[in-house]
């Protein structure tokens, strides 16, 4: 069983932080050369430089994922190159219905469905010629149920597991492996203000079996397993990845 990384080139989109910086840092650990992503430049940097110095293989690359000319230029170098992409990379908007603006609904759609979407297009042919890659796009439990208030975030998780499963049969016979990863409620600094309001923190543990909130560090063996060979017959999938929450009511 192998799931070792070495010699893989991986691409982690939102990678300086949270769940990101998470899968990043475990399949550097596997032996990936691990690309660090985010809009901020010095954010990238900083985040490289801490794992260089853990002795990882590590590159920043800072565009933001969302933007055309930016995400083009920015892998215009190495798209070819990339082994393994992570769209991980999102957002949220959590206001009432009443209130959502359709700027805020087209921005949410913008970075989680659409530009996975696009970097899927731009990384695909090199994966494809070399008859090997993986696409790993972190979707939501949002992917399979819903919450009042953020209509965009859950739209969007659920078509990011419609997109996992088209490219899945698009790209499966290239040797091209595309599957979605559904995590639940992790301790997450996109996941603040529900931390800290009491009556969310409860209700996440009242609702999870294990009655926590998740480690970003537990959902990472997810992705390496789905990167990896030990991976490689999962194609099309969502693998949850919440505690348990979504098994009960
Ligand atoms: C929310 C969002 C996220 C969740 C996550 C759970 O409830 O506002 O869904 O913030 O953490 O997506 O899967």
Redesign the pocket.
């Known amino acids: 069983m192998d799931f070792r990384l070495d010699g893989r080139r991986a691409l982690i989109t939102g990678s300086t932080r949270g769940l990101g910086l998470a899968i990043a840092r475990a399949m550097a650990e596997q032996g990936a050369q691990v690309i660090i992503n985010s809009r901020n430049a010095d954010d990238c940097q900083a985040t490289a430089e801490a794992l260089a110095r853990q002795g990882h293989a590590v590159q920043a690359l800072p565009f933001d994922a969302s933007d055309g000319p930016d995400r083009e230029a920015a892998l215009a170098g190495i798209r070819d190159n990339i082994d393994i992409l992570v769209n991980n990379a999102g957002i949220?908007h959590?206001v009432p219905l009443a209130d959502f603006d359709e700027g805020a609904w087209r921005n949410v759609l913008d970075v989680n469905l659409t530009a996975p979407f696009l970097l899927a297009q731009l990384v695909a042919p090199g994966m494809v010629k070399r008859g090997w890659g993986r696409i790993i796009n972190i979707a939501?439990?949002?992917a399979q149920v819903g919450?009042a208030t953020?209509p965009a975030?859950v739209s969007s998780?659920h078509g990011l597991v419609g997109l996992t499963k088209t490219l899945a049969i698009e790209l499966g016979p290239h040797g091209v492996t595309v599957n979605a990863i559904?995590?639940?409620?992790?301790a997450t600094e996109?996941?603040t203000p529900?931390m800290a309001d009491p009556d969310f923190d409860a209700m996440v543990k009242a609702h999870t079996p294990v009655g926590r909130w998740g480690d970003p560090a537990e959902l990472a063996g997810a992705a390496v397993f789905l990167a990896s060979e030990a991976g490689s017959y999962v194609n099309g999938a969502a693998l949850t990845v919440?505690g348990g929450m979504t098994a009960t009511l």
């Not at 559904?182 to 992790?186: D, H, I, S, V």
Request: aromatic share 22%.
């Open positions: 949220n959590r939501s439990i949002m919450r953020i975030y998780k559904n995590p639940g409620y992790f996109f996941n529900l919440d």
